[in-house]
């Protein structure tokens, strides 16, 4: 049988949306993974994202179809990616998750798989928590939770900085967010998307 794993990010500068890209990527190499990369919708006014620079940025994934809640319900796994804002995930995927009621209380995500990776500033501008904190939502919707084990070698790599945590994929951006993902965090995050759907396949094989 054939698997749906959908990966629904939201991304302001597009650091997420390659990230999202290299999950999806990842979970297309594993057979009978039906894929697809979805954007949750923007609530920042247009004058207000290009103040911050970020409107000409969008622009390279103005074409990624926005997500529904049927994204959801109808895929046996979902990759979530988010920017961090301060240490939680962005307001335009919380909006999205704070629609997910009706879901929630029909039981639809129960024995889903669900999976986050981020982007931050930073270093250490809260990778972790902000997947970790992400966690509770996914739990409360009963889904089954897989991260980055340690099987994936680059989350050990010493020779430069670079995100990936065992709770997932990471990069970080730069205060001026010029940094772009490295091949390490590419390279983790693939690895989340055959992982997540290989896991996925066994579950509903």
Known sequence: M?????????SMFGHVYKMAEAIAEGAKSVSGAEVKVLQVAETIPDDILEKYGAKAARASFAKVPV??????????????????????MAGQMRT????????????????????????????????????????????????????????????????????????GATTMAGPDGSRQPTENELTIARFQGKHVAEITTKLFR
Do not use: C
Request: charged share 10%; proline share 4%; glycine share 16%.
């Open 67 to 88: 997500a529904t809640l049927d994204h959801l319900t109808e895929a046996h796994a979902v990759i979530f990616g988010t920017p961090t804002r301060f240490g939680n």
């Open 96 to 167: 999205f998750l704070d629609q997910t009621g009706p879901i929630w209380f029909s039981g639809g995500l129960i024995g889903k798989v669900g999976s986050v990776f981020a982007s931050t500033g930073s270093q250490h501008g809260g990778q972790e928590t902000t997947i970790t904190s992400f966690h509770t939502t996914l739990l409360h919707h009963g889904m089954i939770i897989v991260g980055v084990p340690y099987s994936e070698k680059g989350l050990v790599e010493m020779g430069a900085i670079s995100g990936g945590t065992p709770y």
């Open 2 to 10: 054939s698997i749906k794993v959908n990966v629904v990010f939201y």
